[in-house]
């Protein structure tokens, strides 16, 4: 039986996991499983990232190098663009990409090309496990046939998995083995070893019955962000209208402690889960007649965040009596989240290309951005590549308006506002004392 096989492999640490996809979630994965003794192989198609992991170099925040280096040092890891090491491999874990066409349906070509090169040199006895976000029928409708395909019969000769991945980059307090794991297998014997696999680097493992539930449970608690963050964003507009400070509102109704959960207003979502995962449901949901009506809301409003944005720099500016057209405007952080380097769907990106499109003259300033391009297709604006400023003085005094996109810790807040004149910040950045005895003239979402 596989299922024996495999479990004493895992048991003893003699089997070997190979990795699909070294990114933010594929690197984290395998640098815990080599840590724990496992030989891991990691897969990628691109070779600076191989080389980079190879020389102990981690482009990841939440890997550090020293750990990296420890790992290529006992042996236990390599990265590699040949596939055909997927033989070796005992386990293997597909951690692609899942974006969106143009036209927002799912853009599956990673995890058919993973497969593919699965399908191409997979054996008898091995444990495939899908991580990459998707629609609930993935793993049982795309990748199960392809290995029924090649004449390989499901607990016989493999088992097949999806396990979501719930990675929080930047986040000191859960990582990879205190994040309790979903698992669900199209097999019981599947969902058995997936589980006791997991069980060996993540402290606490949950099966489901089937991949499908897995699945759902993954764009369950995304599209439960993305409405939560799109009803945080309508509450924002609401309170600015009605004149009342939002963020003290949403810390006041926090207190409750019980049947409340913040969610805090912003400039837009960003990153490669929350802006796009609640569509991978609805076009699922739509295959089936059904459409999912409050992603579409959510989406509506958490995609217009950049546009309002643009309007409250548009009205501060109408204040001190200058137009948007001319204006010289620095945006203060743009990756999508505090204190990283993603700009993966970033908003501040399109707050920038509306700035752009009205004739103001924009810079930035991010300590994690080096450069910014502007190749997405929403791109409305002049598509200039933008370069990271340095927080001068002379930058300072000299824009028109900052507009605060992402609240990195390490920026000089007091100076920002005693320096500027005028701040428009839609991260509650600039604390009540900063606001008091700022000279700066303050906008907040
Ligand atoms: N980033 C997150 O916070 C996060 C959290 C949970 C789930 N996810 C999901 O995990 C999956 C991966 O996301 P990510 O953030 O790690 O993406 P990523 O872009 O950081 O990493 C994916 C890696 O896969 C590589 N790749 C692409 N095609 C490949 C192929 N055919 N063979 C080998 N390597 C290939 C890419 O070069 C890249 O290095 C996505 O489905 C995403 O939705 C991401």
């Given at each position: 039986m596989i299922k024996e096989e495999l479990k004493k492999k895992i048991s003893d640490k003699t089997a070997c996991i190979g990795v699909i996809g070294l990114g933010y979630v594929g690197l984290p994965l395998i640098v815990e499983f080599a840590l724990k003794g496992y030989r891991g192989i990691g897969f990628e198609v691109d070779t600076k990232k191989t080389a980079e992991i190879n020389k102990g170099h981690?482009?990841?925040?939440?890997?550090t190098s020293e750990n990296l280096k420890k790992c290529l040092d006992t042996g236990k890891l390599k990265a590699t663009t040949d596939f055909s090491q997927l033989n070796e491999c005992d386990v293997i874990v597909i951690c692609v990409p899942t974006p969106l066409r143009k036209t927002k349906d799912p853009d599956m070509s990673f995890i058919l090309a993973a497969g593919g090169e699965i399908q191409k040199y997979a054996r008898r006895g091995q444990l495939i496990i899908l991580e990459s976000t998707?629609?609930?029928g993935t793993t049982d409708e795309i990748l199960l046939p392809m290995f029924e395909e090649k004449g390989l019969k499901l607990d016989a000769d493999f088992l097949l998995a999806f396990s979501p991945e719930r990675v929080d980059p930047g986040n000191p307090q859960y990582q990879t083995h205190n994040i309790p794991k979903v698992v669900g297998g199209v097999t019981k014997d599947s969902t058995e070893v997936a589980a006791f696999l997991y069980s060996q680097v993540v402290n606490h493992v949950h099966s489901v019955s089937s991949a499908r539930v897995a699945e759902a449970a993954k764009l369950w608690e995304n599209t439960f962000r993305a409405i939560n963050i799109g009803m945080a964003n309508e509450m924002a507009k609401v309170c600015n209208a009605l004149g009342i400070d939002s963020w003290e509102v949403v810390k006041a109704a926090a207190t409750k402690p019980f049947g409340f959960m913040p969610f805090f207003p912003g400039p837009g979502i960003g990153g490669h889960c929350i802006p796009l995962d609640p569509h991978y449901l609805s076009w699922k949901a739509r295959q089936h007649g059904f459409d999912s009506q409050f992603i579409t809301l959510a989406e509506q409003i958490n995609s217009g965040m950049p546009k309002y944005v643009a309007g409250l720099v548009r009205d501060a500016l109408n204040e001190s009596e200058?137009?948007?057209?001319?204006a010289k405007i620095l945006i203060l952080?743009?990756?999508?989240?505090?204190?990283?380097?993603d700009m993966r769907e970033s908003p501040a990106l399109s707050v920038i290309d509306l700035l752009r499109s009205r004739g103001a003259e924009v810079v930035y300033h991010d300590p994690f951005v080096p450069e910014v391009t502007f190749?997405?297709?929403?791109?409305?604006?002049?598509g200039e590549p933008l370069f990271n400023a340095e927080l001068t003085d002379d930058l300072l005094k000299s824009s028109d308006c900052v507009v605060i996109c992402t609240e990195h810790s390490n920026v000089d807040y007091p100076r920002v506002c005693k320096l500027s004149k005028v701040v428009v910040d839609?991260?509650?950045?600039?604390d009540e004392t900063l606001r008091s005895g700022s000279k700066a003239k303050i906008v907040r979402l």
């Open positions: 981690s482009y990841i925040v939440d890997v998707t629609y609930p200058k137009s948007v057209k001319g952080g743009v990756a999508y989240k505090k204190d990283i380097d190749d997405h297709a929403y791109t409305i604006g002049s839609t991260r509650n950045a600039l």
